[in-house]
């Protein structure tokens, strides 16, 4: 991508943290890893009772964390911590962003409190849309929180347009950051509105202790955010503040790539994801031609066997609709061994997206009207 694409209208400054790694993909978490200080997560997994070990957790998705060890000493000993994340409520999730939610969601079960941020201050900045546009797709955006397992009881759902910490912290930040390091993390910009929407997301990072004091919090993320976790921890331990922050701790998780063969899932390239309240035939045609790990012929399968590794249809199963880690590793090793073919594989998956799908969609429906109070009970700027 050209400098000029990268600056033109609508481009997130999170997509540009992606740009600053490996030319927009995520290749090399080892390098990423050293580059960025993140740990190994697999160690600390070990710590947690089996019962509390997302699937997400024990097959390497979540690959790697940084300051995790308070959390999970927090989660083994009952002790208070917090889980943040947010969604910038431009569109619905996705089957890829879904991946965070589903561990905000896991980690809430696991004792935290959960701060979830609406993000519609950058939805305006990055994108343009109104308040009152952003506050309808928020809606559906806590609706889909709801039916995948939040509590709403052990949740701060708040508008960054709302929360007036965000903003203030966010400024402060500002003047404690230089324009190298902005441009180090973020690439350049043309409008200083993207900066600005990144200091409000270290706000953010830091509100559940802005609020609360000093505690362990946990914000899950993709590997394309360690630059900006990064940021967000060296601002937190600048000691420019009265109050004292535990240093944030952050789990990475890999990003599903495009189901077409894309390097990622992306908006402006609609055969590479797909949204659960698709026309399920929609959904099944990406499926049926997704790209997999298989060979020219059913013959050459048979004999060769399949490559789930770099295959599309795995990275599903994977990520979300396959939690069982034994019946993973079968499939896994029905595919390498040429006993599985991609016409039976695919035709297995669709069934389980389909059920997955009703189930959600069912459940989400059932949650529109509280989501609904919920959000339009927080304020709305009227710009
Ligand atoms: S058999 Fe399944 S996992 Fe293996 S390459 Fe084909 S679609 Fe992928």
Redesign the pocket.
């Given at each position: 991508m050209t400098e000029e694409e990268k600056n033109k209208e609508g481009t997130d400054p999170q997509e540009l943290t992606v740009d600053a790694l490996d030319g927009g993909t995520i290749e090399n978490y080892e390098r990423l890893m050293k580059e960025f200080g993140i740990k190994p997560f697999a160690p600390l997994v070990q710590k947690l009772p089996a019962d509390k070990r997302h699937f997400l957790m024990t097959r390497g998705v979540i690959f790697g964390h940084t300051g995790m060890e308070q959390v999970i000493d927090a989660i083994v000993n009952n002790k208070k911590f917090a889980v943040m994340t947010g969604i910038k409520p431009s569109n619905s999730y996705h089957i890829g962003s879904l991946t965070t939610a589903v561990e905000v969601v896991h980690f809430q079960k696991l004792g935290g409190k959960v701060y979830f941020c609406l993000a519609d201050f950058e939805t305006y900045v990055v994108n343009r849309i109104p308040f009152s546009e952003a506050e309808k797709i928020a809606i559906d955006n806590v609706a889909d929180l709801l039916a995948l397992g939040l509590d709403e009881k052990n949740a701060y759902i708040y508008k960054q347009s709302a929360e007036p910490m965000v903003k203030h912290y966010g400024l402060i930040f500002s003047s404690h950051v230089t324009m190298n390091e902005l441009r180090g993390v973020y690439g350049l910009k043309t409008r200083l509105g993207y900066y600005n929407a990144a200091m409000v997301q270290i706000a953010d990072i830091l509100l559940p202790q802005i609020l609360e004091g000093p505690m362990p919090t946990v914000t899950p993320v993709g590997a394309d955010q360690a630059p900006h976790a990064r940021l967000t921890r060296d601002i937190a331990k600048r000691g420019i503040f009265k109050q004292k922050f535990n240093l944030p701790s952050f789990t990475y998780h890999k990003l599903i790539a495009g189901i077409d063969g894309s390097d990622k899932m992306s908006k402006r390239n609609p055969l590479s994801f797909f949204y659960l309240h698709d026309d399920m035939k929609d959904i099944t045609y990406k499926l049926k031609n997704a790209f997999?790990?298989?060979k020219d012929t059913a013959a050459e399968q048979r004999k060769l066997g399949?490559?789930?590794d770099i295959?599309r249809?795995?990275d599903l199963y994977k990520f979300m609709f396959e939690p069982d880690d034994k019946a993973l590793k079968e499939?896994e090793e029905r595919?390498r061994s040429g006993e599985?073919?991609?016409g039976t594989?695919?035709k297995e998956l669709i069934e389980k997206v389909k059920e997955f799908r009703e189930k959600h969609l069912e459940l989400k429906t059932s949650y529109m009207d509280k989501a609904k109070e919920i959000v339009t009970s927080l304020e709305t700027p009227d710009i």
């Open positions: 997999t790990g298989g399949g490559n789930p295959c249809i795995f499939r595919c599985l073919l991609c594989c695919k």
